[in-house]
């Protein structure tokens, strides 16, 4: 399974937006990048997920690079309820499983 | 969205009993299901793939005979962790995986506090 970096801990202040950053310089051809977070004692929710071109939603959006070996996840206005851990994971488009990374605590500040 | 649903939320037991947990895809078949632990202040740790109607394949490290996985239907998947001790306190979450002809995605159950005294 390829593997993801990003920083341990960001912040933010209310309403800004936040760039959070992942690293997957060993992406295969196949891979999906996928974003998760996980608010405090809860499971992990589904934020986006891409292959090659930039994708938007309503939750987030996310640019990934060119060369695909890093993307980044955008919140365009940060929210007290964007507090979380966010995971950045590579998945395999003929894989099965999913692996965590160690994922980055956002804080956001009022 | 799709919802799954994780039972119990949260349980307390003493060392040598087994606990069930249970984890259901309430408005989609899933012929998938993962199953992972979480430490305090640390990432999800992959426990186990579970597939509907076949054995479980389980992480490397991780007992197969400890954390007992059944996938009987395509809605449900159960853990059992079997004679559990005080390590086994953990926070253990459950997932299913729902495809499309486009994409993937993973749902979540809120997860299972276990603590064994």
């Known amino acids: 399974d390829a593997k993801t970096t990003q920083p341990n801990s960001m912040e933010s202040n209310e309403e800004e937006p936040v760039h959070l950053p992942c690293n997957h310089s060993t992406i295969s051809g196949t891979d999906y990048i996928h974003w998760y977070r996980q608010l405090p004692s809860q499971g992990p929710e589904y934020v986006i997920h891409?292959?090659?071109s930039n994708v938007n939603n309503r939750m987030a959006s996310l640019a990934i690079a060119e060369d695909r070996k890093s993307s980044t996840l955008i919140l365009h206005r940060a929210t007290l309820r964007d507090a979380a851990v966010y995971y950045c994971i590579l998945r395999d488009g003929g894989g099965n499983q999913f692996y965590f990374g160690t994922g980055t605590s956002l804080t956001v500040i009022p | 969205g799709a919802v799954v649903s994780q039972h119990p939320s949260w349980v307390i037991c003493k060392s040598g009993t087994s606990v069930k947990i249970e984890c259901r895809s309430l408005?989609?078949?899933?012929?998938?299901m993962f199953w992972y632990r979480q430490f305090p202040k640390q990432s999800l740790m992959l426990m186990a793939t579970?597939?509907?109607?076949?054995?479980?394949?389980?992480e490397q490290g991780v007992e197969k005979d400890k954390f007992l996985i059944n996938h009987a239907s395509l809605t449900l998947s159960t853990l059992t962790v079997t004679s559990a001790h005080p390590e086994d306190s953990s926070f253990y979450i459950c997932?299913?995986?729902?495809?499309?002809?486009?994409?993937?995605?993973?749902?979540f159950g809120s997860g299972t506090q276990l603590s064994v005294l």
């Open positions: 408005d989609f078949q899933a012929t998938t």
């Open positions: 579970s597939n509907e109607g076949s054995k479980a394949t389980y």
């Open positions: 997932s299913a995986s729902r495809r499309t002809a486009t994409n993937e995605k993973l749902f």
């Open positions: 891409g292959l090659t």
